[in-house]
């Protein structure tokens, strides 16, 4: 693909846009490591919603998204919305609790809320673990998706993007703090946004010329793309497994792997493309997209912006917010933007994809020039992008800079405040000034680039590196919520969760080499919490002093705190007030509500230009989202009077002495 001047003229001036202003910041960030890394707790909470939204939308997530509907239809993103059940119930349940922490980063929590040497070793592990390893395996995933979109469009080798990406990120999030990283987000946020939709709309228009006639249109197209689609299905076949060209037999029977997805008419025996629920019948497939997501998987599973209990850089902005209430806005302002808003123009670009490239020897054939280790069903988005008129292109080039961007700096400005706050000062070295932790944070964050770009050469598809992500997580989830509501939860039991879902995750697959990701990711999670849980019952309790101190700051609800709270001098009163705990629950159950019965209605509505009776359920829909948004509304009216309520007591408190 060409670019033309006017291309680069808007390539170059959304770069400018996105990443002058936040030059700006870079005197503020550089006062003190509160202001490098948690923006000084000033954060307006619109600031911090259209962060968290930006930040998860990256180079990779398009990609995936695309994967996954031409492998499993439009119901393979179930392994992801289910994570509305855990992102709502970090906004009810848990950001004012987090907020209410004032701690830094979510890995000071633990020597607030554990004791004795075992909280200062999770807090160091957990540094090292999650900011390095497990961060630069994401920053990984973030950095393939932006080669092979590089590779797919401009036929660039891999190691050009990964030094172009490298200097662009390294150099700004070195220089600009968290600041400068918010502000870069929030006007990436809208170009990314608007490069999307012009991506399925000219999808929409490649479609209609080809099923409908030179000049359709793109509401043609997608007329003519639901009317086709709506009686295909994707099958995905067993096929023998073949390493180095030879058929793999055991013990005298063919080993079976998935093969490449095959469309067809439907016919009960594959998963329809635009159904939005899986085809239960296929029990396997069901498993894996959709029982195991919404029954076991988003509150057993530690996945970074999706975390159980809230943690990662959903925490790190939540810390930054400049009150309880803040937080607790900030934090819905994502989840609705994050479940809602962005999804379907990924989805129509995806369903598209499959009549212009039903089959990975098509997608070959369109890019003679591209390495075809690279190719892949992820590969079909950045495809698509070939359609795009010029000067969209350069929007779509703009836009593709700033998701890899927004992403990539999050997670060297969160990586960094691991290993600068919660290892190197706590500790290394624990008496230096403000300005030597900030050009150590400068200097791990081009370590963690140049490691996170070395990973990304041994990646294949953006599939694969969710599964790992999944895999060396489960188990885990259900600990980052229980520490909240039961004092039994301790530092050691953090630890052997860690331990175990990292042991898991290695010896299952191998003990397991013919079960699915499902069953395999059903047995982790059953061992890995099973071990903490008699580890809560048998280990090191934590000490009674740091247990009552943490009760007092942060006045968790529920009965695993009963005698924590009576000795702590909390009464029953000031704990309801503070957490309203009814008013959650309803919130949580309306927030998840009004997210799936918008996401869906949206879907219907798009669906109905070609199959006119999904109308009816689109208005059912829109119905349900409107009784449910208006009890949200209601909820949050309170818990946000509520929280400024809160927060002029602790002022007043403070004031005090």
Same mark, same amino acid.
């Given at each position: 693909?060409? =670019?033309?001047?006017?291309?680069?003229?808007?390539?170059?001036?959304?770069?400018?846009?996105?990443?002058?202003? @936040?030059?700006?910041?870079?005197?503020?960030?550089?006062?003190?490591?509160?202001?490098?890394?948690?923006?000084?707790?000033? #954060?307006?909470?619109?600031?911090?919603?259209?962060?968290?939204? @930006?930040?998860?939308?990256?180079?990779?997530?398009?990609?995936?998204?695309?994967?996954?509907?031409?492998?499993? %239809?439009?119901?393979?993103?179930?392994?992801?919305?289910?994570?509305?059940?855990?992102?709502?119930?970090?906004?009810?349940?848990?950001?004012?609790?987090?907020?209410?922490?004032?701690?830094?980063?979510?890995?000071?929590?633990?020597?607030?809320?554990?004791?004795?040497?075992? @909280?200062?070793?999770?807090? %160091?592990?957990?540094?090292?673990?999650?900011?390095?390893?497990?961060?630069?395996?994401?920053?990984?995933?973030?950095?393939?998706?932006?080669?092979?979109?590089?590779?797919?469009?401009?036929?660039?080798?891999?190691?050009?993007?990964?030094?172009?990406?490298?200097?662009?990120?390294?150099?700004?999030?070195?220089?600009?703090?968290?600041?400068?990283? =918010?502000?870069?987000?929030?006007?990436?946020?809208?170009?990314?946004?608007?490069?999307?939709?012009?991506?399925?709309?000219?999808?929409?228009?490649?479609?209609?010329?080809?099923?409908?006639?030179?000049?359709?249109?793109?509401?043609?197209? =997608?007329?003519?793309?639901?009317?086709?689609?709506?009686?295909?299905?994707?099958?995905?076949?067993?096929?023998?497994?073949?390493?180095?060209?030879?058929?793999?037999?055991?013990?005298?029977?063919?080993?079976? #792997?998935?093969?490449?997805?095959?469309?067809?008419?439907?016919?009960?025996?594959?998963?329809?493309?635009?159904?939005?629920?899986?085809?239960?019948?296929?029990?396997?497939?069901?498993?894996?997209?959709?029982?195991?997501?919404?029954?076991?998987?988003?509150?057993?599973?530690?996945?970074?912006?999706?975390?159980?209990?809230?943690?990662?850089?959903?925490?790190? !902005?939540?810390?930054?917010?400049?009150?309880?209430?803040?937080?607790?806005?900030?934090?819905?302002?994502?989840?609705?933007?994050?479940?809602?808003?962005?999804?379907?123009?990924?989805?129509?670009?995806?369903?598209?994809?499959?009549?212009?490239?039903?089959?990975?020897?098509?997608?070959?054939?369109?890019?003679?020039?591209?390495? #075809?280790?690279?190719?892949?069903?992820?590969?079909?988005?950045?495809?698509?992008?070939?359609?795009?008129?010029?000067?969209?292109?350069?929007?779509?080039?703009?836009?593709?800079?700033?998701?890899?961007?927004?992403?990539?700096?999050?997670?060297?400005?969160?990586?960094?405040?691991?290993?600068?706050?919660?290892?190197?000062?706590?500790?290394?070295?624990?008496?230096?000034?403000?300005?030597?932790?900030?050009?150590?944070?400068?200097?791990?964050?081009?370590?963690?680039?140049?490691?996170?770009?070395?990973?990304?050469?041994?990646?294949?598809?953006?599939?694969?590196?969710?599964?790992?992500?999944?895999?060396?997580?489960?188990?885990?989830? =259900?600990?980052?919520?229980?520490?909240?509501?039961?004092?039994?939860?301790?530092?050691?039991?953090?630890?052997?969760?860690?331990?175990?879902?990292?042991?898991?995750?290695?010896?299952?697959?191998?003990?397991?080499?013919?079960?699915?990701?499902?069953?395999?990711?059903?047995?982790?999670?059953?061992?890995?919490?099973?071990?903490?849980?008699?580890?809560?019952?048998?280990?090191?309790?934590?000490?009674?002093?740091?247990?009552?101190?943490?009760?007092?700051?942060?006045?968790?609800?529920?009965?695993?705190?009963?005698?924590? !709270?009576?000795?702590?001098?909390?009464?029953?009163?000031?704990?309801?007030?503070?957490?309203?705990?009814?008013?959650?629950?309803?919130?949580?159950?309306?927030?998840?509500?009004?997210?799936?019965?918008?996401?869906?209605?949206?879907?219907?509505?798009?669906?109905?230009?070609?199959?006119?009776? !999904?109308?009816?359920?689109?208005?059912?829909?829109?119905?349900?989202?409107?009784?449910?948004?208006?009890?949200?509304?209601?909820?949050?009216?309170?818990?946000?009077?509520?929280?400024?309520?809160?927060?002029?007591?602790?002022?007043?408190?403070?004031?005090? %002495?």
């Amino acid at each position: 693909m060409q =670019l033309t001047w006017i291309d680069w003229a808007i390539v170059i001036a959304s770069i400018l846009i996105c990443f002058v202003p @936040a030059l700006f910041y870079a005197k503020r960030s550089s006062q003190s490591t509160s202001e490098f890394f948690a923006s000084g707790r000033s #954060v307006p909470w619109w600031l911090a919603g259209l962060s968290m939204v @930006a930040t998860t939308f990256s180079s990779d997530t398009p990609n995936w998204v695309t994967e996954q509907v031409r492998r499993y %239809g439009v119901a393979g993103n179930w392994q992801w919305w289910a994570f509305v059940l855990t992102g709502v119930a970090t906004v009810f349940f848990f950001a004012r609790l987090w907020r209410r922490s004032g701690v830094m980063t979510d890995l000071e929590f633990y020597e607030h809320r554990y004791s004795g040497k075992a @909280a200062s070793l999770v807090r %160091g592990f957990r540094a090292v673990y999650l900011g390095f390893f497990f961060n630069c395996f994401i920053m990984g995933m973030v950095t393939l998706a932006a080669c092979k979109i590089a590779n797919i469009l401009f036929g660039m080798p891999a190691w050009q993007t990964i030094v172009i990406c490298g200097v662009l990120n390294v150099v700004f999030a070195a220089h600009s703090g968290l600041w400068g990283v =918010l502000i870069i987000d929030m006007i990436q946020f809208f170009i990314k946004m608007t490069a999307v939709f012009a991506a399925a709309w000219f999808s929409l228009v490649e479609v209609g010329e080809r099923l409908v006639g030179k000049g359709a249109g793109g509401w043609a197209g =997608l007329k003519a793309l639901v009317e086709k689609l709506s009686t295909q299905q994707v099958v995905i076949p067993k096929v023998q497994k073949m390493v180095d060209g030879v058929a793999q037999v055991k013990d005298g029977v063919p080993v079976m #792997v998935e093969g490449q997805p095959v469309m067809s008419v439907i016919n009960g025996t594959g998963q329809p493309f635009l159904d939005m629920l899986p085809n239960f019948s296929m029990s396997e497939l069901a498993l894996m997209i959709f029982i195991l997501p919404i029954a076991i998987g988003w509150w057993a599973n530690w996945y970074p912006g999706a975390e159980p209990g809230g943690g990662s850089y959903i925490a790190q !902005r939540m810390l930054a917010s400049k009150s309880e209430k803040d937080s607790l806005g900030g934090t819905l302002f994502f989840n609705i933007a994050h479940y809602v808003l962005r999804p379907w123009p990924w989805i129509i670009t995806a369903l598209c994809s499959i009549i212009v490239y039903p089959d990975l020897a098509s997608i070959k054939s369109a890019f003679p020039a591209a390495d #075809v280790a690279l190719i892949g069903h992820d590969s079909a988005f950045p495809a698509m992008l070939k359609f795009l008129p010029v000067g969209f292109v350069g929007l779509m080039v703009g836009g593709l800079i700033a998701a890899n961007s927004s992403t990539i700096l999050t997670h060297l400005n969160w990586g960094s405040s691991y290993l600068v706050h919660d290892f190197y000062r706590r500790f290394i070295n624990k008496d230096a000034t403000e300005g030597h932790y900030i050009n150590v944070g400068r200097l791990s964050t081009v370590v963690l680039y140049v490691f996170a770009a070395v990973l990304s050469l041994f990646m294949t598809s953006a599939q694969q590196a969710f599964e790992v992500l999944l895999s060396i997580g489960a188990g885990t989830g =259900l600990i980052y919520i229980a520490r909240w509501f039961w004092w039994r939860v301790s530092a050691w039991c953090e630890i052997v969760a860690m331990v175990m879902s990292l042991v898991t995750s290695l010896a299952v697959p191998l003990l397991m080499p013919d079960t699915g990701f499902a069953t395999r990711t059903i047995v982790q999670v059953t061992i890995t919490t099973l071990a903490w849980l008699i580890t809560a019952y048998v280990g090191p309790e934590t000490d009674r002093a740091t247990l009552i101190s943490f009760y007092r700051k942060v006045k968790p609800v529920g009965p695993g705190w009963t005698d924590i !709270r009576a000795e702590a001098g909390v009464t029953d009163a000031e704990v309801a007030q503070e957490n309203r705990i009814g008013s959650a629950l309803l919130g949580w159950i309306s927030g998840c509500v009004v997210i799936w019965s918008s996401l869906f209605a949206i879907g219907n509505f798009l669906y109905s230009s070609g199959d006119p009776t !999904r109308l009816k359920m689109a208005w059912i829909l829109t119905a349900v989202f409107a009784v449910s948004g208006y009890v949200l509304l209601k909820v949050t009216q309170q818990l946000w009077a509520d929280s400024t309520a809160s927060q002029a007591r602790e002022d007043e408190r403070l004031k005090q %002495g």
